[in-house]
C-alpha cells in the first residue's frame, strides 16, 4: 500500500499560516505598523486605495534592513526578536512570530524598498505568491516601504468574502488608531484615495486621543494612576455622561500592545459601579504595564488576548483604579429619593383634565407655598379618587363598536396575519388615555385587556417606514439652517460619510464636504427633534450603518434602519399625552407595526383572561 502523507509544498504551507495572520486588509495594516514601530520609526505614513484591497503601503524612517536580512524577512520563521523559547516570556517588541511578512507575501504582490543609515544605496525585492521575482539595488531614503497589492489575487474564495470598501475601512482605521493611540510620540498619517484622513504629531496621550477622537472628548476625560508591585495602570476613563450606547471608546492596552478581555472589561464597567445604566459602555483609553514574564502574548497568531498569570489581581486593581479615578472627581453613585416622574407625569395630567388646559397653565398654580402643601395634597388625593372612579365607570359605559381588538403577532408567518392586521388599517385603533410606565412602555386599554408598547421599538418602526419611503420616492423635506453649521468628525467615521453622502442628503439633510474630515450642514430633515446634537447624531447613524452592513442589506434600506435607530426616542424619555397616542396612531399605521427593523416586538397585549387567572392564583 502506497504512502499517502506528503509535505506541503511552502507556498501552500505559506497561505495555510496566511490564513490566521491574515485576514482581511486591516491584518495587513496592523502588521506592517508594527514592524514599522520595531524598526524604531519616528515616523510612519500609511498609503491605502480601495480601502486596502488594491493597495496597502507602509513608509517608515526606520533603521531599515541589509540585503540579507530583507530576503530573509520573507521566510516564515524568521524573526530578528527572539532566539530561544524562553525569550517568548520576555518579548517588549510588537512583533516576533516571524510569520506576518511570509503570510502577507504568499497572498500579495509585495514590494519591499529599505535601506540602511551605514549604506550608500538600498534594496529592491519583488514576492509574488511567496516566490522572489526580483532583488536590485536602488536609491531609496533611510527606512523601509514596503507596498502590498491586490491582497488575496490569488485566493480568490478569500477575496470574495471581503467586505464593501467603507466595512473594510473602518476596520483599517480602527487598527490604525489603536497602534496611534499607544504611541503618541511618534509622527502618523494615513491617506486613502490620495484623500489625507489623518495627521498625527508627535504629542502627549492627551493630545493624541483629542486627534482621533475629536476635541468633544477633551473635558469628558478623567485622567487614572495606579502603581503596583504587579502593575502599572495609567491613561484616561470617560466621565459617564460621556459615556455611550454604543461600543466605542473602549482602548486597553498591556505594554502597548492593544488587547480585548472580558474579564478585565467587567472590572472597568464595575468600577463605574451605578453611573451608567445599563445599555451604557464605558470609554477608556487604559495603558497596564506589566513584567513581560507574568503574561503570556504567544495564544494567538494576531496577539490581541493575553493570559495573565495573576488575572483575579489585575482584575481587582483595575477595578479600585477606576474608582480612584472618578472619586477624586467628586462623581460617586447617589441615591434619588425623588418621585418617579412618571406619576407627577399622571398628576400633572389629571389636574389639567380637571381644571382645563388654561387655568392648568395659570402661575398662581405653579407657586403653593409650603404653609398650604398640606391641604393641596388632600384636595389632589380626593381629585385623584374621583378621576380613577370617573374612569372605571367610563370603563363600565364604553361602547364595544368603537374598540378593537389587538392580537400579538409572535410569527411574521403566522396563518391569517393579514386578515387581522387590516383591523388597524380599515378601522382606527379606539385609544383610551394612555399612560406610560417606568418611562420605557405606553399602556392603553383595548377591548381584549391592554396594549403594552415599547416605545422606542415602536417609534424606531415608524421612523424606519417614514426614512425608507423617503428614498424611495425622493420626497424628502429639509428645514433649512438659519446659519450653516460645520461639523468635525473623527477620521473613520468622516470617510464613511463620503461614500455614502448623497443618501444621506436624500434623507433631507443638505450637507457637504468641507475637507479636513469637516462637513457643512446647510439643513435636517423637518421634524427632526433638535434633543439630539447633530454631530452625536450623524456619528450614531455611522456607527449603526457600518454594523447593519454586516448583515448585507441593500444601502437604502441600511441607512434608514441607521437613522431610525439613531433618532428614535429612545427608553428613558417621559413622553406627553399627545405624544404617547400619536405613536399609538402612527405605529398602526406602519405597514409592519408588529415588529421593529431590529427584530424587537413593537407591542404585546394582555389578555383579561389572563389578568383573571393571575387574580385567582
Request: net charge negative.
Amino acid at each position: 500500500m502506497n504512502d499517502i502523507i506528503q509535505l506541503l509544498p511552502d507556498n501552500i504551507a505559506n497561505q495555510i499560516a496566511a490564513g490566521e495572520v491574515i485576514q482581511r486588509p486591516s491584518s495587513v495594516v496592523k502588521e506592517l505598523l508594527e514592524n514599522a514601530i520595531d524598526a524604531g520609526a519616528t515616523e510612519i505614513k500609511l498609503i491605502l486605495k480601495d480601502a486596502g484591497k488594491s493597495l496597502i503601503q507602509v513608509i517608515d524612517n526606520g533603521k531599515g534592513m541589509s540585503v540579507t536580512d530583507a530576503r530573509l524577512s520573507f521566510e516564515r520563521h524568521a524573526t530578528s526578536k527572539i532566539k530561544e523559547a524562553n525569550d517568548l516570556f520576555h518579548i517588549k517588541t510588537m512583533g516576533f512570530r516571524g510569520e506576518a511578512l511570509a503570510s502577507i507575501g504568499s497572498i500579495a504582490q509585495v514590494e519591499m524598498i529599505t535601506r540602511r543609515s551605514v549604506d550608500e544605496v538600498g534594496n529592491r525585492l519583488v514576492m509574488e505568491g511567496s516566490k522572489m521575482t526580483k532583488q536590485e539595488p536602488v536609491q531609496a531614503a533611510i527606512g523601509t516601504s514596503i507596498s502590498v497589492k491586490n491582497l488575496f489575487y490569488n485566493i480568490p474564495a478569500r477575496r470574495k468574502f471581503l467586505k464593501s470598501d467603507p466595512v473594510e475601512l473602518k476596520h483599517v482605521m480602527d487598527d490604525f488608531q489603536r497602534v496611534a493611540l499607544a504611541y503618541p510620540e511618534i509622527f502618523f498619517s494615513m491617506y486613502h484615495n490620495q484623500h489625507e484622513n489623518f495627521h498625527l504629531g508627535k504629542n502627549n496621550l492627551r493630545q493624541r486621543i483629542i486627534s482621533i477622537v475629536g476635541k468633544h472628548v477633551n473635558e469628558k476625560l478623567i485622567p487614572v494612576q495606579e502603581q503596583t508591585d504587579l502593575v502599572n495602570i495609567s491613561g484616561f476613563i470617560v466621565k459617564p455622561e460621556g459615556c455611550k450606547r454604543t461600543k466605542g471608546d473602549q482602548y486597553l492596552f498591556v505594554n502597548r500592545r492593544f488587547i480585548k478581555s472580558n474579564n478585565l472589561y467587567h472590572a472597568i464597567k464595575t468600577g463605574y459601579e451605578s453611573l451608567l445604566q445599563a445599555e451604557q459602555y464605558p470609554g477608556y483609553f487604559l495603558f497596564l504595564d506589566i513584567d513581560p514574564s507574568a503574561i503570556d502574548i504567544n495564544v494567538h497568531p494576531t496577539k490581541t488576548e493575553i493570559k495573565f498569570e495573576d488575572e483575579r489581581l489585575i482584575y481587582n486593581y483595575l477595578k479600585v483604579c477606576i474608582k480612584h479615578g472618578l472619586g477624586q472627581y467628586s462623581l460617586a453613585p447617589m441615591l434619588d429619593f425623588n418621585s418617579d416622574s412618571n406619576f407627577n407625569h399622571a398628576e400633572k395630567y389629571i389636574l389639567q383634565n380637571q381644571m382645563g388646559s388654561d387655568e392648568y397653565h395659570h402661575p398662581s398654580l405653579a407657586s403653593h407655598s409650603a404653609i398650604s402643601s398640606g391641604s393641596h395634597r388632600s384636595t389632589l388625593k380626593k381629585e385623584t379618587l374621583k378621576s380613577w372612579e370617573d374612569m372605571y365607570e367610563a370603563l363600565h359605559q364604553s361602547d364595544p363598536k368603537n374598540d378593537s381588538s389587538v392580537t400579538f403577532m409572535e410569527d411574521e408567518n403566522q396563518k391569517g396575519i393579514e386578515a387581522e392586521m387590516s383591523l388597524f388599517s380599515n378601522e382606527k385603533l379606539s385609544v383610551k388615555t394612555p399612560f406610560q410606565i417606568h418611562q420605557s412602555y405606553v399602556v392603553t386599554q383595548i377591548k381584549s385587556g391592554l396594549l403594552i408598547i415599547d416605545q422606542q421599538a415602536a417609534h424606531e418602526r415608524i421612523l424606519y417606514e417614514h426614512y425608507k419611503n423617503l428614498l424611495s420616492n425622493g420626497e424628502f423635506v429639509s428645514q433649512k439652517e438659519l446659519f450653516p453649521r460645520v461639523v468635525e468628525l473623527d477620521g473613520s467615521k468622516a470617510s464613511v460619510l463620503k461614500e455614502i453622502l448623497p443618501f444621506v442628503n436624500a434623507l433631507g439633510f443638505e450637507i457637504s464636504d468641507f475637507g479636513n474630515n469637516s462637513f457643512i450642514v446647510h439643513g435636517t430633515p423637518s421634524g427632526l427633534e433638535e434633543r439630539i446634537p447633530l454631530e452625536s447624531l450623524l456619528g450614531k447613524i455611522i456607527e449603526q450603518y457600518l454594523i447593519n452592513y454586516e448583515f448585507d442589506f441593500g444601502i437604502e434600506d441600511n441607512l434608514s434602519r441607521s437613522m431610525a435607530w439613531s433618532s428614535c426616542i429612545k427608553k428613558g424619555k417621559v413622553l406627553e399625552i399627545q405624544e404617547m397616542i400619536q405613536i399609538i396612531d402612527q405605529l398602526f399605521a406602519c405597514e409592519i407595526p408588529y415588529k421593529s427593523p431590529s427584530g424587537k416586538n413593537c407591542f404585546i397585549t394582555l389578555e383579561l383572561d389572563e389578568i383573571q387567572r393571575r387574580f385567582n392564583f
